[in-house]
């Protein structure tokens, strides 16, 4: 089956976890401070570039120093290429980034990936400073709350 999206506003996040008897929904809420980071890739590249790991290495010290505190992890691609080649390259930025986020100790169940493609640019054109800014990945970090369904 595809995957399902979920997005609430900026930081709205539902799922749902535990087993069919004890269905709960975990809603993420923005928090105050810094909740939203953002790190680059190079051209049809995921491998995480040495000048975004200290982002990186500052968002696993926030979810291990907050056992409430969760992480979007988006991945978003330029314009040029198939929406399929995109999606999938997007994903694996996305994932990318959870795997460096669970190596430096943050647990990686607090960590939801999720492929936006092309389909979000922040700049449009076509353009090479353009195409650069949408390749990217963002951590969107809020609280988590539960509540029975």
């Known amino acids: 089956m595809k995957r399902f999206y979920y997005s609430i506003g900026l930081f709205l996040l539902l799922t ?7 269905r709960k929904a975990v809603v993420v809420q923005p928090t105050r401070g ?17 000048q975004d790991r200290p982002v990186l290495n500052g968002v696993a010290s926030r979810l291990q120093t907050d056992k409430k505190t969760m992480a ?18 997007a994903e694996d930025r996305a ?10 100790g943050a647990d990686p169940q607090r960590v939801t990936v999720v492929s936006k493609g092309k389909r979000e ?13 949408n390749r990217r990945v963002e951590i969107l970090m809020g609280l988590t709350g539960r509540e029975e369904r």
Do not use: M, W
Not at 72 to 89: C, K, M, P
């Open 72 to 89: 979007i992890v988006e991945g978003h691609t330029d314009q040029i290429g198939s929406v399929r080649y995109n999606e999938a390259l």
């Open 16 to 22: 749902t976890i535990g087993c069919a008897g004890q």
């Open 34 to 50: 810094s909740n939203h980071e953002r790190v680059y890739f190079d051209f049809n590249k995921s491998k995480i570039r040495n």
């Open 121 to 133: 640019p922040l700049v449009k054109g076509r353009g090479r400073k353009q195409l650069e800014q």
């Open 95 to 104: 994932r990318a980034v959870r795997v460096y986020l669970r190596d430096q």
